[in-house]
T-cell receptor, first 115, second 110 residues
Framework: EPEVTQTPSHQVTQMGQEVILRCVPI?????FYWYRQILGQKVEFLVS??????SEKSEIFDDQFSVERPDGSNFTLKIRSTKLEDSAMYFC?????WGSGNTIYFGEGSWLTVV | GIQVEQSPPDLILQEGANSTLRCNFS?????LQWFHQNPWGQLINLFY???GTKQNGRLSATTVATERYSLLYISSSQTTDSGVYFC????????????FGEGTQLTVNP
């Protein structure tokens, strides 16, 4: 079965540093997402991306965050100046189409630890 | 936004036992998915089931969309079934985001 792949699997960074998390969505998928999960909590939506632009974002996705699809395969999440509270598992996800009949597939996650 | 409630929050079983996990949601949905989060944090897709019933081995799921709930059945549980089970829904009327429930923490003891 095709997979969403994410790198790195784990990153430790100092507070205030910039972090880029990378994702390769499934190849024929058109909708891309980032979610995050703080340890012990539920998974929360951050942002969705379609047709090379953000289609929806949550209140969590403030000016510190940005997303980009720099080429035909990668989808990245950038955190400009990390804070302690950004420590979480970040999941990338993708789907082929929108609405009924389209499963959303998740990557294995990137653990981010901010110290 | 839509509310997703899962029950029970915690469940402890002996190997071989059966269990039922429930997910209630507050509005009409386009999409409902069940996930298993393993001890390494990976989200494993179990079912895409906005309505009806599906089975996959020892797992099955039923969604009654008109009554806004879904059930996940685990039969003959194994220790490898341990982890957190999440229900996630996509509202019919807004965007394409999935809203997750709080999850059910399942522990299967040998």
């Amino acid at each position: 079965e095709p997979e969403v792949t994410q790198t790195p699997s784990h990153q430790v960074t100092q507070m205030g540093q910039e972090v880029i998390l990378r994702c390769v969505p499934i190849s024929n998928h058109l909708y891309f997402y980032w979610y995050r999960q703080i340890l012990g909590q539920k998974v929360e939506f951050l942002v969705s991306f379609y047709n090379n632009e953000i289609s929806e974002k949550s209140e969590i996705f403030d000016d510190q965050f940005s997303v980009e699809r720099p080429d035909g395969s990668n989808f990245t999440l950038k955190i400009r100046s990390t804070k302690l509270e950004d420590s979480a598992m970040y999941f990338c996800a993708s789907r082929r189409g929108w609405g009924s009949g389209n499963t959303i597939y998740f990557g294995e996650g990137s653990w981010l630890t901010v110290v | 936004g839509i509310q997703v409630e899962q029950s029970p929050p915690d469940l402890i079983l002996q190997e071989g036992a059966n269990s039922t996990l429930r997910c209630n949601f507050s509005d009409s949905v386009n999409n409902l998915q069940w996930f298993h989060q393993n001890p390494w944090g990976q989200l494993i897709n179990l079912f895409y089931i906005p309505s009806g019933t599906k089975q996959n081995g020892r797992l099955s799921a039923t969604t009654v969309a008109t009554e806004r709930y879904s059930l996940l059945y685990i039969s003959s549980s194994q220790t490898t079934d341990s982890g957190v089970y999440f229900c996630a829904v996509e509202e019919e009327t807004s965007g394409s985001r999935l809203t997750f429930g709080e999850g059910t923490q399942l522990t299967v003891n040998p």
